[in-house]
């Protein structure tokens, strides 16, 4: 093998690992659920989805959520919150319960 050919394989090998690196990161960054805000209560809602497929059951967890809850988008607070937000949802899920962690609010 030529010097030549050897920095080829080196410069393909670093790209791959780069490219795995960021798809690695982007998954784990991503929001587990993102939806519509509904049928907000004390310190829970329930989240539609955005799009609903006709013939399907749509998933509509029930988000529980405290004062620790980070939110941020077009909000700041989570006494902010209110029915229709579109919201993007980083969850804990505990005992079968889905706590949330983080909160972006995309749409008002």
């Known amino acids: 093998m030529t010097i030549r050919v050897k920095k080829e394989i080196?410069?393909?090998?670093?790209?791959?690992?780069?490219?795995?690196?960021?798809?690695?990161?982007?998954?784990?960054?991503?929001?587990?659920?993102?939806?519509?805000?509904?049928?907000?209560?004390?310190?829970?809602?329930?989240?539609?989805?955005?799009?609903v497929d006709p013939e399907e059951e749509p998933y509509t967890p029930e988000i529980h959520f405290s004062e620790d809850t980070k939110v941020t988008g077009k909000i700041s607070s989570i006494f902010d919150l209110k029915e229709n937000q579109e919201v993007k949802v980083w969850l804990e899920t505990v005992d079968g319960k889905h706590f949330a962690e983080k909160i972006v609010v995309t749409k008002e």
């Open 10 to 51: 080196f410069l393909v090998s670093v790209f791959s690992l780069i490219v795995m690196v960021i798809l690695s990161i982007w998954y784990l960054t991503k929001p587990e659920h993102s939806g519509i805000v509904g049928a907000l209560e004390e310190s829970k809602f329930t989240l539609y989805p955005v799009k």
